[in-house]
T-cell receptor, first 113, second 115 residues
Framework: AQSVTQPDIHITVSEGASLELRCNYS??????LFWYVQSPGQGLQLLLK??????LVQGIKGFEAEFKRSQSSFNLRKPSVHWSDAAEYFC???????????FGKGTRLSVIA | SQTIHQWPATLVQPVGSPLSLECTVE??????LYWYRQAAGRGLQLLFY??????ISSEVPQNLSASRPQDRQFILSSKKLLLSDSGFYLC??????????????FGSGTRLTVV
């Protein structure tokens, strides 16, 4: 069965600084990979996804993520963080069909001035 | 367009009372539907999923049940709420565009507080 690890529970960055959120997965083949963002009290919004092809994927709000098969990782990056990026971020792994997505426990991002 | 509706947004219920949360989707047919619960600091826990009318898979044994009376309706219920049922409940469905899998779309969630 697939699993997802987000090793950082909470990260604080300064506004304008770069950001990298880590995600490692465990699965025998290449899964579908997702990053979602959740603002307080809201549902989850899809930031970006990887299915196949180019390993660097672009998403909304200036985010990107890189799939590295050798490291079983799908880290999320943003070159310059804005205060509005403060939220919780979830990495998820899927295998398609009827099998439910498996989510990591999330990383809470705080942005300071 | 494809949308998902979830209500109510907020609910405060006494211990021992019943529960009914509803989720409906529009703009698609025969979607896979999911109920997740999010407790503080514990990420997303899959509770139930359904691949069709009357088909429910339970992931975690607990005080809750789910039903799918119609193709686009997914209901989460409890006969008697416990304090531990408090949390943020999210409904989701598998998004397909032009027949291709695009992951999940989530509802806006229901904040349940059991007092």
């Amino acid at each position: 069965a697939q699993s997802v690890t987000q090793p950082d529970i909470h990260i604080t960055v300064s506004e304008g600084a770069s950001l990298e959120l880590r995600c490692n997965y465990s699965y025998g083949a290449t899964p579908y990979l997702f990053w979602y963002v959740q603002s307080p009290g809201q549902g989850l919004q899809l930031l970006l996804k990887y299915f196949s092809g180019d390993t660097l994927v672009q998403g909304i709000k200036g985010f990107e993520a890189e799939f590295k098969r050798s490291q079983s990782s799908f880290n999320l990056r943003k070159p310059s963080v804005h205060w509005s990026d403060a939220a919780e971020y979830f990495c998820a792994v899927g295998v398609g069909g009827n099998t439910p997505l498996v989510f990591g426990k999330g990383t809470r991002l705080s942005v300071i001035a | 367009s494809q949308t998902i509706h979830q209500w109510p947004a907020t609910l405060v219920q006494p211990v021992g009372s019943p529960l009914s949360l509803e989720c409906t989707v529009e703009g698609t047919s025969n979607p896979n539907l999911y109920w997740y619960r999010q407790a503080a600091g514990r990420g997303l826990q899959l509770l139930f999923y359904s691949v069709g009318i009357g088909q429910i898979s339970s992931e975690v044994p607990q005080n809750l049940s789910a039903s799918r009376p119609q193709d686009r309706q997914f209901i989460l219920s409890s006969k008697k709420l416990l304090l531990s049922d408090s949390g943020f409940y999210l409904c989701a469905w598998i998004t397909l565009r032009a027949g291709r899998y695009h992951g999940y779309t989530f509802g806006s969630g229901t904040r349940l507080t059991v007092v």
